[in-house]
């Protein structure tokens, strides 16, 4: 079972920063990727950035001036710097793992339990 452990949400200010980390624990896996999503009240769970275990990253159009995300391998842990923020960018923000378990032969998508994200203007 892995499992993903999100944190780092809370409440800012227009134009403010927050970093979100993510932890994958468990018995016996490997990251292929990891990704954050988010979801507004109302709104469908969308893609923010993607990262995948080699460092090739993929964001969202509306974030990449302003987000970063990064992965460090040896802790399982991906990172959202998110800068410049927005009062559209409030949201609850999910943390998600594609994984390899070779104790089960099988890959697995993961989801955390999400963090929320809330900007005030």
């Known amino acids: 079972q892995v499992q993903l452990v999100e944190s780092g949400g809370g409440l800012v200010e227009a134009g403010g920063s927050l970093r979100l980390s993510c932890a994958a624990s468990g018995i016996s896996f490997s990251i292929n990727s990891m990704a954050w999503h988010r979801q507004a009240p109302g709104k469908q769970r969308e893609l923010v950035a993607a990262?995948?275990?080699?460092?090739?990253?993929n964001l969202a159009d509306a974030v990449k001036d302003r987000f970063t995300i990064s992965i460090d391998n040896a802790k399982n842990t991906v990172y959202l710097q998110m800068n410049s923020l927005k009062p559209e960018d409030t949201a609850t923000y999910y943390c998600y793992a594609y994984v390899r378990r070779p104790s089960m032969g099988d890959w697995a998508a993961v989801w955390g339990q999400g963090t929320q994200v809330t900007v005030s203007s």
């Open positions: 990262i995948s275990s080699s460092g090739n990253t």
